[in-house]
C-alpha cells in the first residue's frame, strides 16, 4: 500500500459540504493532526471544542489508515462526527489495535460531552453561568 495523501483535515470540508453523507470508508494519514488557525471551526475542533459540521455520518471506516496518537484522534473525531454508531479500522492492518483504542476513547468522550450537555441546558434553565472561569 502506498502512504496515504488524504488526511484527518480533509474530513473536516467534506463532513461540512456532504449533507447526505451517511457511510464513509476512506484510508487516511492519522499520524499528524491538521493544525489550523485556532479561531476556525477546525482549529476549535482542534483544541477539543465540539463544532457543528451538521453531518449526519454514523459510519467511518479509516481501513488502512496510519495512526500515532490515538486520544488525540478519537478527540478530533468526536469533536467533528458526534453521531458515529460505527467506528472501525480494517482488522487487518497493523493500525488496528490504535483504532480500538481510538473507538474505545470515542465512546468515553461522547459521554461526557453528553453530561456538559445535559449541564448546560440545566444552567441555562436556572439562569446560571455556563462559561469557565478558568482560561483555556
Do not use: N
Amino acid at each position: 500500500l502506498h502512504p496515504p495523501t488524504a488526511t484527518l483535515a480533509g474530513l473536516f470540508p467534506l463532513a461540512r459540504s456532504c449533507e447526505d453523507l451517511r457511510h464513509l470508508c476512506l484510508y487516511v494519514d492519522a499520524k499528524e493532526l491538521p493544525q489550523d488557525d485556532p479561531s476556525s471551526a477546525l482549529g476549535r475542533v482542534l483544541r477539543g471544542k465540539r463544532v457543528s459540521v451538521q453531518s449526519p455520518l454514523y459510519y467511518l471506516q479509516l481501513e488502512f489508515s496510519p495512526i500515532r496518537d490515538p486520544v488525540r484522534v478519537a478527540a478530533f473525531l468526536s469533536g467533528m462526527f458526534p453521531d458515529l454508531s460505527s467506528l472501525e479500522g480494517h482488522a487487518a492492518s497493523s493500525f488496528q489495535p490504535q483504532w480500538l483504542k481510538v473507538k474505545r476513547l470515542y465512546r468515553r468522550f461522547e459521554k461526557v460531552l453528553e453530561q456538559e450537555r445535559r449541564w448546560a441546558k440545566r444552567c441555562e434553565r436556572e439562569g446560571l453561568e455556563t462559561r469557565s472561569r478558568i482560561p483555556a
